[in-house]
């Protein structure tokens, strides 16, 4: 079967059809487009349970896109195997002279992309273009170019240099303009690519790479876009003063669909702007501002950003205190409930995020990179520039961080941020009937002697972290 010319939309972090910065591309050029979204080996391997629910969550957005593409004419077309070699195999098979895609500025990823178009050379163009980002690391830079180190001049910089255009949708037509994927289809079998069949449902489509689909009521991937409608209409107005409350929804719980890019931070920010949402539109520059700084500081993945702590910090190896602060055993209550929320929800609430970091770092003095290695694995909205910045926060040893030393007090957090302990109750069951008076400090009240007793004191942890720091001071 001939084709025509194809355009291939290579989908990453960008699981939705509209706003689609790659696809709009493809659309300017000529012929048709073809969208791919490929298993990559060298992603998976860093999943190693087999129940992990980020990637039921990306496969029933695959197949939500299929379905939507079908009634555009088109497929989603999804292969399985090492992005770097099928790219370049896949433009060979199809005949396609341009590829576009999303640029991604993780450090492996922007390995992948370069190693990708450079065996591309000669045969094919690949274009990045942006998408899950209003500016770009590159684009907001202090004048002398280098990266910002404060959070409040790059946010004042960034705030100056939008317009209604830099966050404005993408629009466009694309019925008709998808590939005829039966003949798509005959090249990629002749090749021999390893394709999965979205048709076969959600189970099947796991199943062929080797994990299984649970279907998630909490995180569903339909209603994406009705979310951030609810948010900001509903939410944002109140969301300065409840969103440091763990027990309510008081955020907009938007975190997994920004990260696969089930929503794009056009609209977010859009929106954000229309309904004067100003503190909201914050924590969305801080997600640019870690995005800048991983990107300038790929090495802050692993070590810690600021020079003076880099690899000199006396960090903890007690393993008993890591395997009690995971399963959410340490004895404070408002510790242990975050700990239990990621592991049964793949999410945790900010401030916990905070606490919880706090308290490895600091009371537990077990080096972060342990604990970012640990949302890594359970974090729903997992993004390793956030995440790392969150961490380095906490720890003290990035960029624009916390000093080191404030110490956050658990008693003292869930007093103020859960003063009924509706969170504690909610993922602590031993707890359950617990008075409320008594949730912060279980180890003060003979009713509660049964629950874990602190894994170390408050006031003794706290002299210990601060003698850590001092010493590099
Ligand atoms: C130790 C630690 C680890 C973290 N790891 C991650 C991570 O892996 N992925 C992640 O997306 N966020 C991470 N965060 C930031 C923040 O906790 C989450 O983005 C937020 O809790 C998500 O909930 P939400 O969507 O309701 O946020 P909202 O309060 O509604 O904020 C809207 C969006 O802004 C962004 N955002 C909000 N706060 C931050 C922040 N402090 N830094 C960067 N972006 C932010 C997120 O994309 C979020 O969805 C981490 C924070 C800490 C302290």
Redesign the pocket.
Known sequence: MVLSAINIVWMRRDLRLHDHAALYHALQAQGSVQPVFIFDTEILAHFPHRNDRRLSFIVSALCDIDRELQKRGGRLLVLHGNAKEIIPTLAQALGVGNIYAAEDYEPEAMKRDAAVAAQLEGTAKITFVKDQVIFSPKEILLESGAAYKVFTPYSNNWRSRITPLSSMPYEYNDKGRYAAFDGVMQRIQACGLQYIDLSAGPEAALEAVEYDYNKDTLWPTQGAVARLQE?ISEKSKN?EFS?DAMAVHG?????PY??FGLVSVRECVHRAMEAGAIK?LT??I??EF?AMTLFHVPESAHVEWNPKYRGRLDWSHNEGHLAAWQQGKTGYPVVDAAMRQLLTEGW???RA??IV?SFLTKHLRISWTK?EEH?AQY?M???MA??V???Q??ASTGTDAQPYFRVFNPSLQSEKFDPKGEYIRRYVPELQRAPADTLHAPWKHPLLMNYYPPIVDHATARDQALAMFKKLA
């Open positions: 948010f969301y969103r955020t907009s719980r938007l975190s920004l990260r909201w924590e969305l801080w997600r870690y945790m609430h900010n995020r905070m970091a604990g949302f974090l909205d997992y993004d956030s995440n910045g969150g961490w926060w906490a």
